[in-house]
């Protein structure tokens, strides 16, 4: 069965407007990461945040593991923040990513 | 070198064909793994080396094999491309198969099978 479930699945913002994604996810077992992937095909880890909440620049990662959620929030968006964000854990030792199906943001100018 | 390196960036291959993908890291990684990324889809995880172990995914066990001739470099073989394979393959490492540590991903090899 589905695993990590994101929503919303695309987002189009104005520039300077703020984001919200959700990543909900099936097992206790997090080692939660959030992706970024460039348009041309890259895939960049911008968090890993199994519990609590890290920031880096305009991005906020929160994660409550006993409720088996995550969000990514995008302050102030910029046309470069254009992608597609996917969610993943980790739910055994052997060290699978499970990912969701991703979050495609379209920032205009 | 923090990166993960693949090769080529662009494949193109005639069905029936074989294909043979590379992938490098200098990070002395335990753990090399590769991944199939279609539009609008999840990533999908095909099979992974952890040291010399090779684990594959039980749905695409037959369709891909792998070879790890070293720590450093990884490989994806299909031995006969169908045009299902066309796809983004991304080669991921990670320091260790189960612990906190981040994976690290390569830029993909857009393959696509005509």
């Known amino acids: 069965g589905q695993q990590v479930q994101q929503s919303p699945a695309s987002l189009v913002l104005q520039e300077g407007e703020n984001a919200e994604l959700q990543c909900n996810f099936s097992s206790t077992a997090t080692r939660l990461q959030w992706f970024y992937q460039h348009p041309g095909g890259r895939l960049v880890s911008l968090f890993y945040n199994p519990s609590g909440t890290k920031h880096t620049g305009r991005l906020t990662s929160t994660t409550v593991t006993n409720e088996r959620r995550s969000s990514l929030h995008i302050s102030s968006s910029q046309t470069t923040d254009s992608g597609t964000y996917f969610c993943?854990?980790?739910?055994?030792?052997?060290?699978?990513?499970?990912f969701g199906a991703g979050t495609q943001l379209i920032v205009i100018p | 070198d923090t990166t993960v390196k693949q090769n080529p960036r662009y494949k193109l291959a005639r069905v029936g064909k074989p294909v043979n993908l590379i992938c490098s890291q200098t990070?002395?990684?335990?753990?090399m793994y590769w991944y199939q990324k279609k539009p609008n889809q999840a990533p999908k995880l095909l099979l992974f080396y952890y040291d010399k172990i090779l684990n594959r995914e039980a749905d695409t066990f037959e369709k891909f094999q792998s070879s790890r001739p070293n720590n450093s470099f990884c490989s994806l073989y299909i031995g006969s491309a169908g045009l299902e394979y066309s796809a983004m393959y991304l080669c991921?490492?990670?320091?260790?198969?189960?612990?906190?540590?981040?994976?690290?991903f390569g830029s993909g090899t857009r393959l696509l099978v005509i």
């Open positions: 990070m002395n990684h335990d753990t």
């Open positions: 991921a490492s990670s320091p260790d198969q189960g612990a906190g540590s981040d994976y690290t």
């Open positions: 993943a854990f980790r739910g055994s030792a052997l060290g699978r990513l499970h």
